[in-house]
């Protein structure tokens, strides 16, 4: 069984401009995570999707927003890039089942640099 | 709010050592799940293993196991027969039942020695 994929892997923008990350999980996984991972501010969750709704979101600005599509695959979309943005982006996604401590599998990462 | 805390940066020990990185958190839930997560150089994320608040046997996963003390909030890591593969970025993470997503402690950097 494939893992999840993250596109693009690696990504160069510069202030301003927007992005749009892309996931795809885990083939009969419902739910996708989203989490920002700097070296400041360690690991932080931005939202999650199940079902092509968001659930649960962090404590992240607006500028963040994401989306799911019937298919379970999710994207995620920064407008108006800053320079903190700048990060690895990870995409996790589990089986919906019991959705407490289910494992969730991460991807490789998108690696987002803003100049 | 919930937290997690990791209170070793980095760590170093000798190839066949045994190893026990610290973990302690927070949260008011009473339904919970703690894992840890190992980030090799390739930044995967690999699940090592996981605790259910509320089973009282600690979780073991071949060489891994951990020391959940519940009172204390605490969720220790202990890895026998280290191996240069275990060289890595360790998490702890905790997941409640109000869950905005899991929630990571800063790490732990593990080096083993050959």
């Known amino acids: 069984k494939a893992g999840v994929t993250q596109t693009p892997r690696y990504l160069i923008k510069t202030r301003g401009q927007q992005v749009t990350l892309s996931c795809s999980p885990i083939?009969?996984?419902?739910?996708v995570s989203w989490y920002q991972q700097t070296p400041g501010q360690g690991l932080q969750f931005l939202f999650e999707?199940?079902?092509?709704?968001?659930?649960n979101k962090g404590n992240f600005p607006g500028r963040f927003s994401g989306r799911q599509f019937s298919n379970s695959r999710s994207e995620m979309n920064v407008s108006t890039l800053e320079l903190g943005d700048s990060a690895l982006y990870l995409c996790?996604?589990?089986?919906?089942?019991?959705?407490?401590?289910?494992?969730?599998?991460f991807g490789p990462g998108t690696r987002l640099t803003v100049l | 709010a919930q937290t997690v805390t990791q209170s070793q940066p980095e760590m170093s020990v000798q190839e066949a050592e045994t190893v026990t990185l610290s973990c302690t958190y927070d949260?008011?839930?009473?339904?919970?799940?703690l894992f840890w997560y190992k980030q090799p150089p390739s930044r995967q994320m690999i699940l090592v293993i996981r605790?259910?608040?509320?089973?009282?046997q600690n979780a073991t996963e071949n060489r891994f196991s951990v020391n959940f003390q519940k009172a204390a909030k605490s969720f220790s890591l202990k890895i026998s027969d280290s191996q240069l593969g275990d060289t890595a970025m360790y998490f702890c993470?905790?997941?409640?039942?109000?869950?905005?997503?899991?929630?990571f402690g800063k790490g732990t950097h593990l080096i083993i020695q050959p």
């Open positions: 996790a996604s589990s089986h919906p089942r019991d959705r407490l401590g289910n494992e969730q599998f």
């Open positions: 083939s009969g996984h419902r739910s």
């Open positions: 999707y199940f079902s092509e709704t968001q659930r």
């Open positions: 949260t008011s839930e009473n339904n919970y799940y």
């Open positions: 605790q259910e608040a509320y089973k009282q």
């Open positions: 993470a905790l997941l409640g039942g109000g869950a905005d997503g899991l929630t």
